[in-house]
């Protein structure tokens, strides 16, 4: 029970806004993994939030993982990742992705933090802050806990009646930013 007050204190934070814009400070050690289409991923586990202000400083984001899978602009995430980092090197093969990702290691990074929520047994899911419900209780905030009976907003937009007996929110960094061009 531990483990979801400190994830909805976390989540406290990010009532008055989300998706929310702050820094992260990236792991000193990063793990290597596989996706399940064979693509290279570093598991960044913790990324401890700092200079976002004091009600978020000090807080982790944890499960951060990214791969190297181009998406149909062909950047990929690791891509992302090693841009805000500041590196202007473009990697292209996992050997040099390895390199570059040693290099970024500990450093600070901007980055989006949004909500998911995903009810493991039942598979039923809620993306996005904004397709939370309502929190009557605390006005201009989004509930972090979802029960059974409530409304929220699918994927596509759609009033959808949460089935699963609870649902909790997760914080998670939806995407690196790249750093302001001067």
Do not use: H
């Not at 390895?98 to 993306?127: Q, R, Y």
């Not at 929220?152 to 997760?170: H, M, Q």
């Amino acid at each position: 029970m531990m483990k979801i007050s400190i994830r909805c204190s976390f989540l406290a934070i990010l009532c008055a806004i989300a998706p929310l814009f702050c820094f992260g400070q990236l792991p000193t050690t990063v793990e290597l993994g596989q996706t399940d289409d064979g693509f290279r991923e570093y598991i960044l586990d913790n990324i401890k939030l700092v200079k976002s202000g004091p009600s978020a400083d000090g807080y982790v984001i944890r499960f951060t993982r990214a791969n190297v899978k181009a998406w149909k602009n062909g950047i990929n995430r690791v891509s992302t990742l090693l841009k805000a980092a500041g590196m202007v090197a473009k990697p292209q093969k996992n050997a040099e992705y390895d390199a570059a990702v040693n290099l970024v290691k500990g450093k600070i990074v901007p980055l989006t933090i949004d909500w998911f929520g995903k009810n493991k047994e039942t598979g039923e899911k809620i993306v996005s802050y904004a397709n939370f419900p309502d929190n009557p209780a605390q006005p201009g905030t989004k509930k972090a806990i979802v029960k059974a009976g409530d409304t929220y907003l699918d994927e596509n937009g759609v009033p959808t009646v949460c089935k699963s007996e609870v649902i909790f929110a997760n914080a998670q960094v939806k995407f690196f930013r790249s750093p302001a061009k001067k």
